[in-house]
């Protein structure tokens, strides 16, 4: 069983910056794709970016490509989630999590997930 704690989020500015860390423990985060996701409230939860398990391959939803940026530290067991030039509607709880299937836009194929960090820009 993975267990993922995120970190990282807060209030900022438009246009300001955050970095979103997933920690994982009782697993080995290599084994499986990571992906962020957030859920702002009253809407659906929708994918951000996600990331194959060796890093080979990144994907993003349309509305954050070229602001953010995901990435991994397979040694440290850890998932990152690089976020510039915020807008308010990035406003969001956002989640990581893991999966064993390829597909990886879609929240159903993802085993594990987090609790959330929320980020909030104003």
């Known amino acids: 069983q993975v267990q993922l704690v995120e970190s990282g989020g807060g209030l900022v500015e438009t246009g300001g910056s955050l970095r979103l860390s997933c920690a994982a423990s009782g697993g080995t985060v290599s084994n499986y794709h990571m992906g962020w996701f957030r859920q702002a409230p009253g809407k659906e939860r929708e994918f951000v970016a996600a990331i194959r398990w060796n890093g080979g391959s990144t994907l993003y939803a349309d509305s954050v490509k070229g602001r953010f940026t995901v990435s991994r530290d397979n040694a440290k067991n850890t998932v990152y989630l690089q976020m510039n030039s915020l807008k308010p509607e990035d406003t969001a709880v956002y989640y990581c999590?893991?999966?064993?299937?390829?597909?990886?836009?879609?929240?159903?194929?993802?085993?594990?997930w987090g609790q959330g960090t929320q980020v909030t820009v104003h």
């Open positions: 999590a893991a999966s064993v299937k390829s597909i990886l836009v879609s929240r159903y194929t993802y085993d594990y």
